[in-house]
């Protein structure tokens, strides 16, 4: 799944980036629940596109003006805000480039970040947590207006959440096996306005492509959980591990079961699990090491559990303490037996 999401961004961002048009370019919506992956993958094409871009461009900005200072960013990573508003997003797309941007009014922030965006040769746009947004606030509908006039400054946006098609950005939708697409429904209640064709310049300008988690189902789905866990493997630098620690017995059914086949919770359980065994002199993961390691993601500064960025954490194993074995009283010596009486 994650390679599939990578083949539709790269493609994407690429395409966009070779046109010459002034047309509105399309983007890209990446779903899927709290540590799958979504942003780390997402970030992974962005930064290969960009080293594709400057050694193409030999490190300069194909845009820059004659006499200007050639700063250049092909991709611009921006985290939404808890509580966004149009002011804040524009401030923290601003942060990254490093801009001022204190006392400056709302229209001064909108075209202070659209001059940004082409001064800098952005051609990637990331919004991350982009479900932030809560559309039944109003300062979040103007968030998301902003987002649609940044479409048309040949920037391509690629927003990363969790829960979109349930969050109102695109309306509530359903997903179509037969063609692999979302089918969005007529705009009823709460998301109707007076303006209904408005909100299809976000719905039919973005593709939305799901990254969902392992699966242990079916032998395609267990040799990838296996595929995976055996890079993972040979990353590990513990001085007793075996050839196949993450990959032989029952060590992959252990890890689906501890995990969910979440690969963020499956990276924390490993880490920790690594310094346990560093620390223990181990030198190596087994089952019963990692029954005493416990998977928390309390206290996390950036994340947001109301927006579902913070997934469910399996239950650990169960420590149920072993009974001793009773004692063998085959051969023990009962004593001398009392007088039978007459």
């Known amino acids: 799944m994650s390679a599939a999401v990578a083949r539709v961004v790269a493609s994407r961002i690429r395409t966009n980036a070779l046109k010459r048009k002034p047309s509105t370019r399309a983007g890209v919506m990446v779903n899927g629940g709290g540590y799958q992956g979504k942003t780390e993958t997402v970030c992974e094409v962005a930064a290969l596109f960009e080293e594709w871009w400057l050694e193409l461009h030999h490190q300069l900005n194909p845009d820059a003006l004659p006499g200007t200072r050639d ?62 947004l809560k559309m039944h606030r109003e300062a979040d509908q103007d968030v998301l207006d902003l987002i649609r006039s940044l479409m048309s400054m040949s920037v391509t946006l690629v927003l990363v959440g969790v829960g979109i098609p349930q969050s109102g950005l695109l309306r509530d939708s359903r997903y179509d096996a037969r063609s692999g697409q979302w089918v969005f429904p007529p705009a009823t209640g709460r998301f109707r306005s007076r303006n209904d064709a408005a909100g299809t310049q976000t719905e039919r300008r973005f593709d939305l492509i799901e990254l969902g988690p392992f699966r242990y189902d079916t032998a395609a789905q267990i040799d990838a959980w296996v595929h995976h866990l055996a890079g993972i493997q040979d990353q590990l630098r513990l001085l007793k591990a075996e050839p196949a620690m993450l990959t032989s017995a029952g060590m992959p059914e252990y890890l689906f079961r501890r995990t969910d086949g979440i690969v963020g919770l499956l990276e924390r359980l490993i ?63 009962g004593g001398t037996p009392a007088a039978t009486r007459r």
């Open 71 to 132: 700063l250049h960013a092909p991709v611009a990573y921006v985290q939404t805000p808890v509580t966004a508003t149009p002011k804040s997003t524009c401030e923290a797309i601003l942060d990254f480039y490093g801009e001022p941007h204190k006392n400056m009014t709302l229209p001064q922030l909108v075209r202070t970040v659209k001059a940004a965006l082409h001064a800098h040769g952005t051609k990637a746009l990331i919004l991350d947590d982009i479900t932030r």
């Open 271 to 333: 880490e920790d699990g690594c310094s346990q065994a560093i620390d223990s002199g181990a030198e190596r993961l087994t089952t019963g090491l990692l029954d005493s390691v416990t998977i928390s993601l309390d206290h996390l500064p950036v994340r947001d559990p109301a927006a579902g960025e913070v997934p469910a954490i399996p239950a650990p194993p169960s420590r149920v303490p072993r009974r001793k074995r009773p004692r063998n009283t085959s051969f023990d010596d």
